[in-house]
């Protein structure tokens, strides 16, 4: 499991849920099975944990357990597999929205510009465009759309228009290495590796549609947790800890305050931690993909 993926702020995203051992939780990312594993240790024998994951790599790290059941599903999907299965509400909702270090250490995939490999980067290989496809079909403008605003490229339409010049000759980008060649002159020696991120970033994002995806997993979990039940989401990046942040702040996605007749803020959630919560400096060391992380919880009024 740890091979697979080591948790980022595995004791605090727990510990915020406030585990009652009678309970039925969620955890939405799966994963390698360390906040799962964890959560189940708090459990006593009455209750309940049921996990998504929509890779097929995910699936090969579940366990048996009397109270767990893992659903090979994307997350967004979470409120009509739960009915199906007849719960109507849940105490806690735990999402890591990290990219499992399987991932990236697994050539075959395309999630890192470490290795040589097919630009894949889909989730969940069953269905839907991988990265190859979105680079080969994609117009300069919506190309630069994705580098702008889920990879925060400065040189966004730069970066689209010399991915559309090598296309026009004739050419099909399938690779990483082709993918980096197009890159390399838009990265400086000292910027390099973060450049590389950011456009891989965008890219993965894009593929698999992962705003769309945490703006429902939002939206359902408000829905089906029960008053008092507690969302722990640890997000990576600043789109997702800024939807995050407004969600929680203001029960919806735009962050629009809503006062009644008083001026009193109408939210549905109560903020467990003011200040977000980020990896000690000894995680940071030990696991220093965690270094990105931020741990946001919240309580349902």
């Known amino acids: 499991m740890e091979a697979y993926h080591t948790p980022a702020l595995l004791e605090e995203s727990v510990e915020g849920l406030r585990i009652v051992p009678s309970g039925v939780y969620l955890d939405?990312?799966?994963?390698g099975g360390g906040h799962s594993r964890e959560i189940l240790?708090?459990?006593g024998a009455d209750g309940r944990l049921i996990a998504?994951?929509?890779d097929e790599d995910a699936v090969r790290n579940a366990f048996s357990d009397q109270r767990f059941m893992l659903i090979r599903s994307n997350f967004r999907y979470l409120k009509n597999f739960l009915r199906y299965h007849g719960i109507d509400e849940v105490d806690g909702v735990l999402a890591d929205l990290g990219v499992s270090s399987h991932h990236f250490d697994d050539s075959g995939r395309g999630f890192s510009f470490r290795f040589e490999g097919e630009l894949d980067m889909r989730m969940n290989r069953r269905a839907g465009k991988s990265a190859a496809d979105v680079l080969n079909s994609y117009t300069a403008e919506q190309l630069s759309d994705i580098f702008h605003h889920y990879g925060e490229l400065r040189n966004a339409r730069g970066v689209?228009?010399?991915?559309v010049a090598f296309r026009e000759t004739g050419r099909i980008i399938t690779t990483t290495s082709q993918?980096?060649?197009i890159l390399q002159p838009f990265t400086g020696r000292d910027k390099e590796k973060k450049l590389l991120a950011q456009a891989f970033q965008a890219l993965r994002i894009e593929v698999n549609s992962e705003m769309d995806a945490l703006r429902e997993l939002l939206q359902r979990s408000l829905e089906i947790l029960k008053p008092g039940g507690r969302i722990s989401v640890i997000s990576y990046h600043s789109l997702e800890d800024r939807m995050v942040k407004n969600f929680f702040r203001t029960g919806n996605l735009e962050g629009l305050l809503v006062k009644d007749f008083y001026g009193n803020l109408e939210t549905p959630?109560?903020?467990?931690?003011r200040k977000v919560i980020v990896p000690s400096e000894e995680e940071q060391r030990d696991n220093p993909r965690s270094r990105s992380a931020k741990l946001r919880i919240a309580k349902k009024r």
């Open 28 to 31: 939405v990312t799966f994963g």
């Open 41 to 43: 240790r708090r459990l």
């Open 52 to 54: 998504f994951d929509q």
């Open 160 to 163: 689209a228009a010399a991915i």
């Open 179 to 181: 993918l980096l060649a």
């Open 269 to 273: 959630f109560e903020l467990v931690n």
